[in-house]
């Protein structure tokens, strides 16, 4: 069989069509969530690159839905490569790790041990002594990039299991060239002293 004869062939419609739909609409809402969460990091450059590939994908896909407005299979590959790009985006998006975060930290116990193995990491800590309804606490500060997040909570967990963390995302963290100095590490990971 040819390919115009394949093409025009109700296997190619029934079966292989609704398949280029739905694994279309994978791609196009996969690079929209992407492009967004690019966007809302305050990363410029990218973003309309994705936007431009986004934009392609649809229209070839919403172009075949309007060729067969009357097949429902057509329909549903459409709305489920919609849903399953949602997923696949936010999978590559936890892959991808972008950005950096604030983790807060607050516990009642003593936190010196949690604070120094943090140090150790390479993390900067920032402490404040808190008052809350069960009496004094410490809030434990820390900026990072979000690849190292499951560090920083194994960290947490081991050290001070019963504590409370937050993570919120940060659109900007700004660290000025003596600030990068003093992160520098030595071989053996640790913090370089002055």
């Known amino acids: 069989m040819d390919l115009p004869t394949f093409l025009a062939s109700p296997q190619f419609n029934l079966i292989v069509l609704p398949l280029l739909i739905f694994l279309a609409r994978i791609c196009d809402v996969t690079l929209d969530t992407v492009r967004i969460i690019y966007i809302q990091r305050g990363m410029r450059r990218i ?69 120094e193995k943090l140090r150790d990491a390479g993390h900067r800590v920032t402490i404040h002594e808190a008052s809350g309804s069960t009496g004094p606490s410490n809030i434990i500060f820390t900026i990072a990039k979000r690849k190292e997040v499951k560090n920083i909570l194994k960290i947490i967990r081991q050290n001070n299991p019963t504590s409370l963390y937050t993570i919120e995302d940060l659109r900007y963290a700004h660290e000025t060239p003596t600030t990068l100095i003093e992160r520098q590490t030595t071989p053996t990971g640790n913090p370089l002293k002055k």
């Open 47 to 115: 973003a309309p690159v994705l936007g431009f590939f986004e934009v392609l994908i649809w229209l070839m896909a919403i172009t075949q839905i309007m060729k067969n407005l009357t097949s429902p299979i057509h329909y549903v590959a459409y709305v489920g490569g919609f849903a399953a790009g949602n997923y696949v985006g936010i999978l590559v998006e936890e892959k991808l790790s972008i950005g950096t975060v604030l983790v807060r930290v607050i516990t009642r116990k003593d936190a010196t041990q949690l604070i």
